[in-house]
């Protein structure tokens, strides 16, 4: 099975900072990453597919980066709606489907 | 609109059983692969099982194998979680997911999820 990291496990950010979220692969996924926002209390969104794609409707200071084991996914401008937990998951190999253990995003 | 709701969830004693449902609406249901995920009070995402368009694919993760059986009702617009012989550790909110699948794959949208917990 592929093995997801991510780094870090939770930060402290201001309004208007860049934030980067690095998810690691255990081995190479090619560009098989997807991202997900989740706020407390609700169900995940996607906001990244195929590592760098921003879905329909997710906003562009947001952006996916990466290829083979390592990604990035940054928050260019860090708005009050952005603090989350982000999870990153491998499409590569299927199954399992396996998840990253998330990033909180903390004010 | 593309809406996932699920239902069934509630408590249940370790061993018992329990029946999730997915009411989808807003798509059309038969041409998606669909998912069950769940999440551990606290935790992180885990991927439970997935069903084919037709329903003659299904795969489980290794830990719910034997026990959970996925399934759907393409004619009803549902998709259900048979779990059987549940133990504490099954114990989430599990969510049922569309899974996108183009080449590349991904879960979206997801439903509200249902909580699923088994205590004595």
Request: net charge neutral.
């Amino acid at each position: 099975d592929i093995q997801m990291t991510q780094s870090p496990s939770s930060l402290s950010a201001s309004v208007g900072d860049r934030v980067t979220i690095t998810c690691r692969a255990s081995q190479s996924i090619d560009n098989y990453l997807n991202w997900y926002q989740q706020k407390p209390g609700k169900a995940p969104r996607l906001l990244i597919y195929a590592a760098s794609t921003l879905q329909t409707g997710v906003p562009s200071r947001f952006s996916g980066g990466g290829s083979g084991t390592d990604f990035t996914l940054t928050i260019s401008s860090l708005q009050p709606e952005d603090f989350a937990t982000y999870y990153c998951q491998q499409s590569y190999s299927t199954p399992p489907l396996t998840f990253g253990p998330g990033t909180k995003v903390e004010i | 609109e593309v809406q996932l709701v699920e239902s069934g969830g509630g408590l249940v004693q370790p061993g018992g059983s329990l029946r999730l449902s997915c009411a989808a609406s807003g798509f059309n249901f038969s041409n998606y692969w669909m998912t069950w995920v769940r999440q551990a009070p606290g935790k992180g995402l885990e991927w439970v099982a997935n069903i084919q368009r037709d329903g003659s694919e299904k795969y489980y993760v290794d830990s719910v194998k034997g026990r959970f059986t996925i399934s759907r009702d393409n004619a009803e617009n549902s998709l259900y979680l048979q779990m059987d012989n549940l133990r504490d550790a099954d114990t989430a909110v599990y969510y049922c997911a569309r899974w996108l699948v183009a080449g590349h794959n991904w879960f979206d949208p997801w439903g509200q999820g249902t909580l699923v917990t088994v205590s004595s």
